[in-house]
Protein backbone atom coordinates (compact mmCIF):
# COMPACT_ATOMS: atom_id res chain seq x y z
CA UNK A 1 0.00 0.00 0.00
CA UNK A 2 1.56 3.24 -1.00
CA UNK A 3 0.60 6.74 -0.03
CA UNK A 4 0.44 9.57 -2.68
CA UNK A 5 -0.39 13.06 -2.28
CA UNK A 6 -2.99 15.24 -3.56
CA UNK A 7 -0.68 16.60 -6.14
CA UNK A 8 0.37 13.45 -7.15
CA UNK A 9 -3.41 12.40 -7.62
CA UNK A 10 -4.08 15.36 -9.97
CA UNK A 11 -1.04 14.96 -12.30
CA UNK A 12 -2.03 11.47 -12.78
CA UNK A 13 -3.51 11.24 -16.92
CA UNK A 14 -7.16 10.92 -17.36
CA UNK A 15 -6.44 7.15 -18.16
CA UNK A 16 -5.02 6.44 -15.32
CA UNK A 17 -8.09 8.20 -12.64
CA UNK A 18 -9.37 4.90 -11.96
CA UNK A 19 -9.93 2.99 -8.75
CA UNK A 20 -7.58 3.52 -6.33
CA UNK A 21 -7.08 0.40 -3.85
CA UNK A 22 -3.77 -0.11 -3.60
CA UNK A 23 -2.90 3.63 -2.78
CA UNK A 24 -3.73 5.52 0.52
CA UNK A 25 -3.88 9.44 0.79
CA UNK A 26 -3.86 11.23 4.05
CA UNK A 27 -6.16 14.84 4.15
CA UNK A 28 -7.25 16.95 6.60
CA UNK A 29 -11.02 18.14 5.84
CA UNK A 30 -11.24 21.73 5.08
CA UNK A 31 -14.76 23.01 4.69
CA UNK A 32 -18.27 20.84 4.41
CA UNK A 33 -20.77 22.30 1.79
CA UNK A 34 -24.12 21.26 1.19
CA UNK A 35 -25.57 17.45 0.60
CA UNK A 36 -27.21 16.93 -2.71
CA UNK A 37 -30.23 14.95 -3.68
CA UNK A 38 -29.75 12.10 -6.76
CA UNK A 39 -31.52 9.82 -8.56
CA UNK A 40 -29.29 6.69 -9.17
CA UNK A 41 -29.30 4.90 -12.37
CA UNK A 42 -31.97 2.49 -10.93
CA UNK A 43 -34.18 4.90 -10.09
CA UNK A 44 -33.34 5.11 -6.68
CA UNK A 45 -32.93 8.67 -4.55
CA UNK A 46 -29.62 9.02 -2.80
CA UNK A 47 -27.73 11.83 -0.90
CA UNK A 48 -24.14 13.06 -1.67
CA UNK A 49 -22.42 15.08 0.44
CA UNK A 50 -19.47 17.92 -0.89
CA UNK A 51 -16.76 19.16 0.64
CA UNK A 52 -13.16 19.60 0.28
CA UNK A 53 -9.89 18.08 1.40
CA UNK A 54 -6.26 19.35 1.55
CA UNK A 55 -2.71 18.09 2.39
CA UNK A 56 0.91 20.18 2.39
CA UNK A 57 0.79 19.89 -1.79
CA UNK A 58 -2.76 20.90 -2.98
CA UNK A 59 -6.29 21.46 -2.12
CA UNK A 60 -9.46 19.21 -3.83
CA UNK A 61 -13.07 19.09 -3.26
CA UNK A 62 -14.63 15.65 -2.85
CA UNK A 63 -18.03 14.01 -2.66
CA UNK A 64 -19.51 10.99 -0.50
CA UNK A 65 -22.45 8.97 -2.02
CA UNK A 66 -22.35 6.41 1.05
CA UNK A 67 -24.50 8.32 3.79
CA UNK A 68 -23.48 5.87 6.70
CA UNK A 69 -20.24 7.68 6.77
CA UNK A 70 -21.51 11.33 6.26
CA UNK A 71 -20.88 11.81 10.57
CA UNK A 72 -17.35 10.92 9.85
CA UNK A 73 -16.48 14.16 7.59
CA UNK A 74 -16.18 17.07 10.23
CA UNK A 75 -13.89 20.21 9.29
CA UNK A 76 -10.39 20.08 10.80
CA UNK A 77 -9.93 16.17 10.66
CA UNK A 78 -7.45 14.14 9.67
CA UNK A 79 -8.61 11.26 7.58
CA UNK A 80 -6.61 8.09 5.58
CA UNK A 81 -8.27 7.08 2.42
CA UNK A 82 -8.30 4.59 0.38
CA UNK A 83 -10.07 3.23 -2.45
CA UNK A 84 -11.23 5.96 -4.42
CA UNK A 85 -11.66 7.57 -7.10
CA UNK A 86 -10.06 10.59 -8.93
CA UNK A 87 -12.43 12.52 -11.79
CA UNK A 88 -11.36 15.29 -13.56
CA UNK A 89 -9.98 16.88 -9.99
CA UNK A 90 -12.21 16.01 -7.75
CA UNK A 91 -11.98 12.89 -5.00
CA UNK A 92 -15.00 10.64 -5.40
CA UNK A 93 -15.71 8.62 -2.67
CA UNK A 94 -18.73 5.77 -2.14
CA UNK A 95 -19.53 2.55 -0.31
CA UNK A 96 -16.35 1.13 -0.87
CA UNK A 97 -14.36 3.44 0.40
CA UNK A 98 -12.30 3.15 3.58
CA UNK A 99 -12.29 6.37 5.34
CA UNK A 100 -9.97 6.07 8.62
CA UNK A 101 -8.87 8.50 11.04
CA UNK A 102 -5.30 9.22 10.27
CA UNK A 103 -1.82 11.09 11.70
CA UNK A 104 -3.10 15.39 12.05
CA UNK A 105 -2.17 16.69 8.74
CA UNK A 106 -0.78 20.28 8.50
CA UNK A 107 -2.16 22.27 5.73
CA UNK A 108 -0.27 25.48 4.79
CA UNK A 109 -2.90 28.69 5.14
CA UNK A 110 -3.21 29.05 1.17
CA UNK A 111 -4.18 25.82 0.43
CA UNK A 112 -6.77 25.92 3.05
CA UNK A 113 -7.77 29.10 2.13
CA UNK A 114 -8.37 27.34 -1.50
CA UNK A 115 -10.19 24.39 0.22
CA UNK A 116 -12.65 26.99 1.39
CA UNK A 117 -13.04 28.51 -1.69
CA UNK A 118 -13.68 25.62 -3.28
CA UNK A 119 -16.99 25.46 -1.37
CA UNK A 120 -17.94 28.54 -1.08
CA UNK A 121 -16.38 30.93 -3.15
CA UNK A 122 -16.03 34.85 -2.87
CA UNK A 123 -18.54 37.19 -3.80
CA UNK A 124 -17.76 40.54 -4.33
CA UNK A 125 -19.65 43.45 -3.82
CA UNK A 126 -20.80 44.76 -7.16
CA UNK A 127 -23.41 47.44 -8.50
CA UNK A 128 -26.30 46.61 -10.62
CA UNK A 129 -24.79 48.42 -12.94
CA UNK A 130 -21.33 46.66 -13.21
CA UNK A 131 -23.31 43.21 -13.15
CA UNK A 132 -24.85 44.05 -16.54
CA UNK A 133 -21.43 44.15 -17.59
CA UNK A 134 -20.11 41.74 -15.56
CA UNK A 135 -19.14 37.69 -17.48
CA UNK A 136 -21.22 35.12 -17.54
CA UNK A 137 -20.95 32.17 -14.54
CA UNK A 138 -19.21 34.86 -12.10
CA UNK A 139 -20.52 35.38 -8.73
CA UNK A 140 -21.49 38.45 -6.88
CA UNK A 141 -23.55 40.25 -4.01
CA UNK A 142 -25.51 42.96 -4.94
CA UNK A 143 -28.30 45.40 -3.05
CA UNK A 144 -31.07 47.00 -4.28
CA UNK A 145 -34.89 47.61 -3.44
CA UNK A 146 -37.47 44.98 -4.49
CA UNK A 147 -39.63 46.76 -7.38
CA UNK A 148 -41.46 43.33 -8.96
CA UNK A 149 -42.20 39.97 -7.22
CA UNK A 150 -43.43 37.11 -9.39
CA UNK A 151 -45.61 34.22 -7.61
CA UNK A 152 -43.90 30.81 -6.99
CA UNK A 153 -43.59 27.95 -9.39
CA UNK A 154 -42.56 24.99 -9.87
CA UNK A 155 -39.96 23.06 -12.78
CA UNK A 156 -38.57 19.39 -12.75
CA UNK A 157 -34.47 20.20 -11.90
CA UNK A 158 -33.33 16.30 -12.50
CA UNK A 159 -36.77 14.68 -12.58
CA UNK A 160 -37.64 16.58 -9.34
CA UNK A 161 -40.20 19.49 -8.35
CA UNK A 162 -38.06 22.57 -7.35
CA UNK A 163 -39.69 25.86 -6.43
CA UNK A 164 -38.12 29.03 -8.07
CA UNK A 165 -39.43 32.92 -7.55
CA UNK A 166 -37.98 35.61 -9.74
CA UNK A 167 -37.97 39.05 -8.41
CA UNK A 168 -36.67 42.56 -10.37
CA UNK A 169 -33.92 44.26 -8.02
CA UNK A 170 -33.37 48.08 -8.59
CA UNK A 171 -30.38 50.46 -7.55
CA UNK A 172 -29.66 54.27 -8.58
CA UNK A 173 -27.98 53.02 -11.95
CA UNK A 174 -30.11 49.37 -12.76
CA UNK A 175 -32.47 46.84 -12.63
CA UNK A 176 -31.92 43.17 -13.02
CA UNK A 177 -34.28 39.82 -12.40
CA UNK A 178 -32.86 37.39 -9.97
CA UNK A 179 -34.39 33.96 -10.01
CA UNK A 180 -34.97 32.31 -6.10
CA UNK A 181 -34.34 29.01 -5.83
CA UNK A 182 -35.30 25.75 -3.73
CA UNK A 183 -36.05 27.00 -0.10
CA UNK A 184 -34.89 30.87 -1.09
CA UNK A 185 -38.16 31.00 -2.68
CA UNK A 186 -40.22 31.31 0.43
CA UNK A 187 -37.69 33.85 1.54
CA UNK A 188 -40.07 36.63 3.02
CA UNK A 189 -39.57 39.55 0.65
CA UNK A 190 -41.97 41.76 -0.33
CA UNK A 191 -42.48 44.78 -2.73
CA UNK A 192 -40.12 47.91 -1.40
CA UNK A 193 -37.80 45.30 0.61
CA UNK A 194 -34.06 47.13 0.58
CA UNK A 195 -31.93 43.41 0.71
CA UNK A 196 -28.79 42.05 -0.03
CA UNK A 197 -28.22 38.94 -1.72
CA UNK A 198 -25.07 37.06 -1.67
CA UNK A 199 -23.57 34.65 -3.68
CA UNK A 200 -25.58 35.35 -7.07
CA UNK A 201 -24.12 33.90 -10.46
CA UNK A 202 -24.93 35.92 -14.02
CA UNK A 203 -26.79 34.69 -16.40
CA UNK A 204 -28.33 35.64 -19.99
CA UNK A 205 -31.58 34.93 -20.92
CA UNK A 206 -32.46 36.77 -24.71
CA UNK A 207 -29.14 38.79 -24.25
CA UNK A 208 -30.27 39.72 -21.28
CA UNK A 209 -28.21 39.57 -17.85
CA UNK A 210 -30.06 37.97 -14.99
CA UNK A 211 -29.19 36.53 -11.30
CA UNK A 212 -29.62 33.41 -10.26
CA UNK A 213 -29.08 31.95 -6.50
CA UNK A 214 -26.81 29.28 -5.44
CA UNK A 215 -26.35 26.94 -2.91
CA UNK A 216 -24.18 29.68 -0.70
CA UNK A 217 -27.11 32.67 -1.26
CA UNK A 218 -28.00 34.60 1.53
CA UNK A 219 -30.23 37.20 1.66
CA UNK A 220 -30.17 40.01 4.37
CA UNK A 221 -32.58 43.11 4.89
CA UNK A 222 -30.61 46.50 4.34
CA UNK A 223 -31.16 49.94 5.65
CA UNK A 224 -31.25 52.75 3.30
CA UNK A 225 -31.29 56.59 3.41
CA UNK A 226 -33.64 58.24 0.81
CA UNK A 227 -34.59 61.60 0.63
CA UNK A 228 -37.34 64.11 -1.30
CA UNK A 229 -40.81 65.37 -0.48
CA UNK A 230 -43.65 63.94 0.89
CA UNK A 231 -46.42 64.17 -1.51
CA UNK A 232 -49.08 61.93 0.16
CA UNK A 233 -49.20 59.19 3.34
CA UNK A 234 -51.25 57.03 4.70
CA UNK A 235 -51.41 55.61 8.37
CA UNK A 236 -52.29 52.28 9.71
CA UNK A 237 -52.10 51.15 12.99
CA UNK A 238 -48.68 50.35 13.26
CA UNK A 239 -47.06 51.27 10.18
CA UNK A 240 -48.34 53.93 7.51
CA UNK A 241 -47.18 54.36 3.74
CA UNK A 242 -45.37 57.30 2.40
CA UNK A 243 -44.95 58.52 -1.35
CA UNK A 244 -41.96 60.26 -1.71
CA UNK A 245 -40.93 62.24 -4.64
CA UNK A 246 -37.20 61.66 -6.02
CA UNK A 247 -35.86 63.75 -8.84
CA UNK A 248 -39.59 63.55 -10.26
CA UNK A 249 -39.92 60.01 -9.14
CA UNK A 250 -42.66 58.80 -7.11
CA UNK A 251 -41.92 55.92 -5.00
CA UNK A 252 -44.14 54.56 -2.19
CA UNK A 253 -42.41 53.84 1.54
CA UNK A 254 -43.33 51.78 4.18
CA UNK A 255 -42.48 52.62 7.45
CA UNK A 256 -43.17 52.23 11.15
CA UNK A 257 -45.41 55.02 12.64
CA UNK A 258 -42.68 55.11 15.37
CA UNK A 259 -40.06 56.69 12.83
CA UNK A 260 -42.33 59.56 11.92
Known amino acids: MQYKTLKELLSCKAGDAAPYPTTMVRVCVIKVGHTATFNSSNGEKGQMLNFSVA ?28 NF ?29 KGIGLITPQSPKKS ?46 AEIELTLWRELANQPIT ?21 NSTRNTKTQPQERKVTGQ ?8 ATCEVCLQENGIFRDYVVDIDMI
Open 191 to 211: IGDYVEVSHCVVAEWQRRKTL
Open 128 to 173: LKEILDAPVKSISTVQGEVVKDEAIKTVQVNQTETKVRTITIQDSD
Open 85 to 113: LVKGTRLVLSKQTKIMAGQMVTVPKELSL
Open 230 to 237: VEAISFGD
Open 55 to 82: DATEAMTATLSDETKFSQIREGRSLTLR
